[in-house]
């Protein structure tokens, strides 16, 4: 982790990305390496100790690395939401909120409204409220990360697990890249997933899905849990994340379509989601334009019809073991 944050200070991962992924994967490795030795030694608070000290260590270190340049759209529409501005309907080229110029670096996508759910935005505005500047989305996303791992240490201990696990959390490299180093929200989302998680521990079935859903406000891929979540506690709370979710749009409503324009352009056409999309693209460009919808509608019908049976046979067996 210094190494990479000595280097920082010469060049960028764009400029060199072999160099910043060699250096992301010795994380990685180590993080790895760390697990199986918490596993396989005795969980003594001096091995405790050490696993929260070198995660505090590595997550300092970090504090090197250049922010994100999505924390100047962070900025911006923190900043549009404090003013009164729809950032659903106002993009930050036409903002009246902030002087642009006044930003460290350019926003990303300055033509597009935001992609942010509401929830997300709130704490954006609070951030600029509280620190104006984007530095604060550091401590934000630090905040977030201890808030993780205090948690999964709270769910380790209440299972009986090896505290010492929480090297998986404390040295888990984009934890500590994109967290720490980059200040990504997405930190957030993950947090707030363990407290639904811990929720779920202290039986606390309502609180857990209200988590759950600003977890996935938060951030979209936290709705991977919402199923599992609504299994271990019950599916008739699955009115719970929808009404959170309109509650949390509603003050944006004017915006219209615009509340999900820029999210549908972003997940559909801007080429942002890693290396297999590429070759799924590659593989339907393959086939002829009208089987290759075709085929897509035809998966997507499938598994939404596998769900609702799916659906119906959970909740018929809740009534009849109820």
Aim: one cysteine or more; a neutral charge.
């Amino acid at each position: 982790m210094l190494a990479m944050a000595f280097v920082a200070r010469e060049t960028t991962w764009q400029q060199s990305p072999w160099l910043f992924a060699g250096l992301g994967a010795a994380l990685g490795i180590a993080c790895f390496a760390g697990t199986i030795l918490a596993r396989r030694s005795a969980a003594t608070p001096g091995t405790l100790g050490i696993v929260i000290v070198a995660g505090i260590a590595m997550h300092a270190a970090a504090f090197w690395l250049p922010l994100s340049d999505d924390l100047n759209r962070y900025a911006v529409e923190g900043a549009q939401v404090l003013q009164g501005e729809n950032p659903y309907a106002i993009a930050p080229a036409e903002t009246a909120a902030i002087d642009l110029a006044t930003l460290p670096g350019d926003v990303n996508h300055a033509q597009m409204t935001s992609i942010y759910p509401p929830p997300m935005l709130a704490l954006h505005a609070w951030v600029m409220h509280v620190h104006g500047t984007v530095h604060g989305f550091r401590s934000l996303a630090l905040g977030g990360s201890i808030i993780l791992l205090l948690t999964s240490l709270a769910l380790l201990a209440a299972h009986r697990a090896k505290p010492t696990l929480a090297v998986a959390i404390a040295w888990n490299p984009v934890l500590v890249l994109f967290a720490a180093g980059e200040a990504h929200h997405d930190i957030l989302s993950a947090a707030t997933l363990a407290l639904a998680f811990y929720a779920l521990h202290h039986k606390l079935a309502r609180t857990c899905i209200v988590l759950a859903a600003l977890a996935a406000l938060f951030k979209p891929f936290a709705l991977a849990a919402l199923p599992v979540l609504l299994t271990a506690t019950s599916w008739r709370h699955l009115w719970i994340p929808p009404l959170v979710a309109a509650l949390s749009y509603l003050p944006f409503a004017g915006a219209g379509y615009g509340l999900v324009a820029s999210l549908l352009t972003f997940g559909g056409d801007m080429q942002f989601h890693g290396a297999i999309e590429p070759m799924l693209r590659g593989m339907i460009d393959w086939l002829p334009s009208h089987t290759a919808a075709l085929v897509v509608r035809g998966a997507l019908a499938t598994m939404l019809i596998a769900g609702i049976i799916w659906l119906h046979r959970r909740s018929s067996g809740e009534l009849q073991t109820s």
